[in-house]
């Protein structure tokens, strides 16, 4: 059996356990009467009378610090214990995705849930959602409309059940992103070229720069991800938003010629040059190096410009600037991949009614504007609460917040709507298949082929 097999197993038998735990646990007078009382404190966070507790919290960040949002984390959550209001957090920080996700899971199956955890949310969390272990925040943010309007309306998606038939908002959308194409408008200028908005204007670029003795782009796809968020941005910008959905309920297959045309476009870029001789030799900081050292034109990346290139030569020569990813259909020119990135959910699961209101409020801090304020002082990423304006004097930020506002509907990475949790990693896998020569066929037959294993 392969490591993945494995740990598609591994994960049947904690959601097994989970199930097996909450239809015990909601069972019985007690769970019902705390229910009630719940209820009962009514949905005003902030008038909550809460006896002194301790709120365990998941986050996936850097426990001993080593960069500026973890230092911050770590920091406010050392000062908000100093104030003794009665709610002591007790923080659980894991930066490596597997391992930080790996503990959550194998917490909750054995009945030590945190009060509090970051997960992605969307069928990543389904099961929790299903299973009653987390809780629907929807009254809480109906009662506090300042606090639900904080928040960036396209970025509700991700903890929004209702497309899986459950009425309610779970969880509380914090951190965000939106795949943007990065430009460098001097080596446009030079070439007489204007920003592309759509997929035709981009390949005219890459051509004339090319000619002109201008790398277009030097991609990263050592690491696996960038071609798989290409081909995301690439399927929402050619046909629309509920793609993804009729992708995962298989009314598309990756070997239907809606998927092939795709792959073969990011093909024929990388086989032209315009990607650069050797994706797979490339990883993504040295590709946003590259990018903010004037070696190539343009890089397609996460909305966090304002952090990842503040300390290049072009940003501080503000040659750089951000614009959206170009269409091949215009009327989803505002249609992108992107959203709510991590969200926090509050987990009831073997959880006192007094344990559940300090979880509250300890969220409702932890997605406020004051809290996203001091944040991006000093480390300007771009998340789901609306920062205030001109918090900051960066202009990457600021342009890749405006952008974001004008977007009208985000979809998450094409394989994260699935429901079968092996998908991510077999269609990132097979896409890096491109750099070594494999045709779109290929690719396409590699992801079906793999794909065939975890039914």
């Known amino acids: 059996m392969n490591i993945k097999m494995k740990r598609i197993l591994s994960c049947l038998m904690v959601i097994c356990m989970v199930l097996g735990l909450c239809a015990c646990g909601k069972k019985g007078q007690t769970e019902e ?7 009962d404190a009514g949905y005003d966070i902030d008038a909550m009378e809460v006896e002194e507790t301790t709120v365990k919290l998941y986050h996936r960040i850097n426990a001993d610090g080593g960069d500026a949002e973890s230092e911050y984390f770590i920091r406010k959550i050392n000062e908000w214990n100093e104030e003794d209001n009665g709610i002591t957090i007790e923080p659980v920080f ?11 899971s194998t917490d909750i199956a054995s009945g030590d849930a945190p009060d509090i955890f970051m997960q992605y949310g969307g069928t990543n969390c389904l099961d929790y959602v299903e299973s009653d272990i987390v809780l629907n925040l929807e009254p809480y943010f109906d009662a506090d409309q300042d606090w639900y309007n904080g928040i960036v309306k396209a970025n509700w998606n991700m903890v929004d059940y209702e ?18 194409l990065y430009y460098n408008e001097e080596y446009l200028s030079k070439c007489n070229l204007e920003v592309p908005k759509s997929w035709e204007e981009l390949e005219h670029c890459c051509e004339v720069l090319k000619e002109n003795g201008y790398q277009p782009f030097l991609v990263g796809e050592a690491d696996n991800y960038r071609y798989g968020h290409l081909l995301s941005a690439m399927a929402v910008k050619s046909y629309g938003p509920d793609f993804e959905n009729q992708l995962a309920d298989r009314k598309y297959t990756y070997e239907s010629p809606e998927i092939v045309k795709l792959i ?3 093909k024929d870029m990388q086989d032209k040059g315009y990607f650069g001789e050797n994706v797979l030799s490339v990883d993504v900081n040295a590709e946003r190096s590259y990018f903010g050292a004037g070696d190539c034109a343009f890089m397609i990346d996460l909305s966090r410009g304002g952090a990842l290139l503040s300390d290049s030569e072009c940003f501080k020569n503000q040659t750089i600037h951000a614009a959206k990813i170009p269409y091949f259909d215009a009327k989803y020119e505002k249609d992108n991949m992107g959203g709510a990135s991590q969200n926090y959910f509050v987990c009831t699961m073997n959880k006192s009614v007094n344990q559940i209101k300090a979880s509250l409020k300890v969220v409702k801090w932890l997605t406020s504007q004051g809290f996203v304020d001091e944040l991006v002082k000093e480390y ?25 506002s004008q977007t009208e509907a985000y979809v998450a990475e094409l394989a994260q709507a699935s429901t079968n949790t092996a998908e991510l990693t077999v269609v990132r896998n097979a896409l890096q298949l491109l750099g070594s020569g494999s045709s779109a066929e290929d690719v396409s037959k590699e992801i079906m082929d793999n794909l065939a294993n975890y039914e």
């Open 163 to 180: 497309r899986y038939g459950h009425e309610g908002i779970y969880g509380a959308p914090w951190s965000a992103f939106e795949l943007l």
């Open 380 to 404: 300007a990423n771009t998340y789901s609460v609306i920062p205030s304006e001109g918090i900051i004097d960066n202009y990457m930020f600021d342009e890749c917040n405006e952008l974001m």
């Open 94 to 104: 894991i930066m490596k995705e597997t391992d930080y996700l790996d503990r959550l």
């Open 33 to 39: 009467k705390e229910q009630g009382e719940l209820a």
């Open 264 to 266: 073969q476009e990011i």
